[in-house]
Each structure stands twice: as structure tokens, then as C-alpha cells.
């Protein structure tokens, strides 16, 4: 009886001995790889966003203006609106050169405004005043700000995304000292969204559009050399008026389709992308301190691998297995901005073929805390 009773028990214990081991490991793994896990199985637990109403965008060179305002169904102005284009900067120095000389013939003020902390409350330098002989081509046409940041205390849990928000609120009387004016044509983006002038063109001397219009962005990752997609939104064109408010988020449901370029880590230099990633509202990404590896990024950007190893942000199976692993290489640089194509020298590291990164002695993540 003795041992029919241990032999009908030892398949408990041999399951009890693989639990023992099997729930430890899995929720390792688990914790190890939850972003992942989350991201993964987003599909299952967030809705997508409503779709935009996208509207055609037809342009063509030597096409004029007039004739294009008719073809989008509007009608054409006898004096263009001015021109503000306003952004918050952090460190994008070359993406900002290429957009203001792309803009410069029809923008009247660059807006800019800069902080003395990052969104994450990490102290850094005013890199666009330190920088400003650089835009000498444009000092007439720029008005610039400070934002008085504020410093994380150490073991601090404050969201970045509330000082993101204030700086965002603070432009609206930047803009207001600027001289903007009810019935000027605004531009909402970050530094690194980028309208393209034919863009910029039809809107300032169009009557009709849809105000405030979302501009669609091909999407490009650290690079004009790795196209993603057409999946930027967040850029936005508004007729000013006394209820305007910037802002970085749905405005409205209409999108202008293929109206510029969003490059997102498009650096120079390997400590610019390190201090990024530490800077901006996405910072909890940063789950390792070996992210920040100058090897390990210089390997991501040439691979075109996500420098924070997520699963993309899709709403869907098929979407999300679709644009999983490296984003594909283009050997294109054809409708991208005409001031990087002019200045390809200068610029080598944007164009197909130069993803090689260098370090910078004169730029330490350090310096900024």
C-alpha cells in the first residue's frame, strides 16, 4: 500500500519540481521583457485612433500657384499670409539649418523657443544661442526665447511630459511678442518635422483650407537613407486667431497627405543621440545604462535597428509584424529637402550611405548632466 501511494503521488511532486522552476523563470522573463510583452499584444488592448479624412496634395515644378489653389478646390489670395514658424529646440542644430534655409524664402519669423533644462529636467546648455552665428543667413527673420526649466532633484518621479507641456504653453506669448497677427499662417511641429516649402507655398496664398490642418510627414529614422512610413500627424497649420493655442497633439480630423519630412535622430554625432535619449519626454525607453553606448548605437543606426529595442507602436497583428526588425535601406535622395541635396558635403551623414557616426570633443552628454 506503502509504495502504490508514493508512486500514484511522485507525478505531484515531479509537477510541483517544474512549477518551482518553470513560474521563477517565466516571470523573469516576464519583468525583463514587459515592454515588449505590452507592445506585442497592444493590438488586444488600445484602440487605434480614429483615421484622418486625408486630403489630396497636388504639386508639380513650374505649376503655378494659382492654378494649384483651383485644384485643391480653394481659391487663390492676391497677397501670401505671413509666415510664423513656431518650435521648442533641444539640440538639433543640422536638422535646424536645413529647415530654416528650406523655409527662409517664405517664412516672415522663425519662432524658437529653448529651455535651460530638458523635458526630463537634466541642466543643458542653450545650444541654439551658443550656435547662433551659424543662422546669420536668417538673424532678421528669428525670434528667440528662453524657457526657464526646472532641475530634477535626484530620485525625482516628475513627468516629463508636464514641463514638455509647459514650454508648449509658454510659445503662445513667444509668438504673441513675435508679432503674430489674426489671419497668419502658423506652424505647429518640432525642430525635426519639417513642412516642405511647396507646402508652406500653398497654404500662405490659398483661401479654403481646412483650419487647423494636420500635416502628413514621411517619417525617416535617423537618416534620409531609412524611410519608415507616412505615419507623422502631429505637425499642424492654422490661420491664427485670438483662440489659437500651440499645441503637439489632434487638432482636427483632416490631414494634408505628403507635405514634408519628419527626421527623427537625424545627429551628427553619436553624444547628440546619447543625449537625446536621456532629454526627451521618452526617457523611461532608456531601460539599461549600456543603451547608451556609443558601439551599440553607432551598430543600431547602420542596421537601422530601434535604439531602445521596442516592438513598433501598431494597432494591429498585421502592422506590427509587418514592421518588425531593421527598417529597409533606400538608395534614394529624390524628393527630399532641396538645402540638403545643395549642401550634401556638409550633410554626407543624412544622405544613402552615410551612417557612419563621429564623436564630438566639443559635445558631452556630461556637460549636461
Not at 497636388?58 to 485644384?71: F, G, K, P, Q, T
Not at 483650407?209 to 505615419?231: G, Q
Request: aromatic share 14%; glycine share 4%.
Amino acid at each position: 500500500m506503502v509504495l502504490r501511494s508514493s508512486r500514484r503521488r511522485s507525478p505531484l511532486y515531479l509537477l510541483f519540481a517544474v512549477l518551482l522552476i518553470f513560474v521563477p523563470i517565466c516571470t523573469i522573463g516576464i519583468i525583463s521583457h514587459h515592454q515588449k510583452i505590452t507592445y506585442f499584444f497592444r493590438p488586444l488592448w488600445d484602440d487605434a485612433p480614429a483615421p484622418f479624412d486625408s486630403l489630396p496634395h497636388y504639386y508639380a515644378e513650374n505649376v503655378s500657384i494659382e492654378y494649384l489653389c483651383r485644384l485643391h478646390g480653394w481659391s487663390a489670395r492676391s497677397e501670401p499670409r505671413h509666415v510664423f514658424d513656431g518650435i521648442i529646440f533641444s539640440n538639433e542644430l543640422d536638422i535646424l539649418e536645413i529647415r530654416w534655409n528650406e523655409l527662409l524664402p517664405y517664412v516672415t519669423k522663425f519662432v524658437i523657443l529653448e529651455s535651460n533644462t530638458t523635458f526630463t529636467g537634466i541642466p543643458k546648455p542653450p545650444f541654439f544661442l551658443a550656435n547662433q552665428e551659424r543662422f546669420s543667413f536668417a538673424k532678421d527673420k528669428i525670434f528667440h526665447g528662453v524657457f526657464p526649466g526646472q532641475i530634477a532633484s535626484q530620485g525625482s518621479n516628475r513627468d516629463p511630459f508636464q514641463l514638455e507641456s509647459a514650454q508648449r504653453v509658454a510659445m503662445n506669448s513667444l509668438l504673441h511678442r513675435a508679432g503674430i497677427s489674426t489671419g497668419d499662417l502658423l506652424i505647429m511641429s518640432d525642430t525635426d518635422e519639417m513642412p516642405s516649402p511647396h507646402t508652406i507655398k500653398l497654404l500662405q496664398w490659398c483661401d479654403g483650407w481646412p483650419n487647423p490642418l494636420h500635416l502628413e510627414m514621411r517619417h525617416y529614422m535617423y537618416s534620409f537613407e531609412f524611410p519608415v512610413d507616412y505615419s507623422s500627424w502631429r505637425a499642424t497649420a492654422h490661420i491664427f486667431n485670438d483662440r489659437t493655442q500651440y499645441r503637439h497633439s489632434r487638432q482636427s480630423n483632416t490631414i494634408l497627405s505628403d507635405a514634408g519630412w519628419h527626421c527623427s535622430f537625424c545627429f551628427r554625432f553619436l553624444e547628440e543621440f546619447a543625449f537625446k535619449m536621456k532629454a526627451y519626454s521618452h526617457a523611461d525607453r532608456v531601460r539599461h545604462r549600456s543603451f547608451l553606448d556609443y558601439g551599440r548605437i553607432q551598430e543600431l543606426i547602420c542596421r537601422g535597428e530601434d535604439l531602445f529595442d521596442m516592438l513598433p507602436e501598431e494597432y494591429s497583428f498585421k502592422e506590427l509584424i509587418k514592421k518588425m526588425g531593421a527598417i529597409p535601406r533606400s538608395a534614394s535622395a529624390v524628393h527630399i529637402p532641396a538645402s540638403l541635396i545643395k549642401n550634401a558635403d556638409k550633410f554626407r551623414f543624412l544622405l544613402p550611405g552615410g551612417c557612419r557616426r563621429k564623436s564630438s570633443s566639443s559635445f558631452k552628454v556630461e556637460d549636461a548632466g
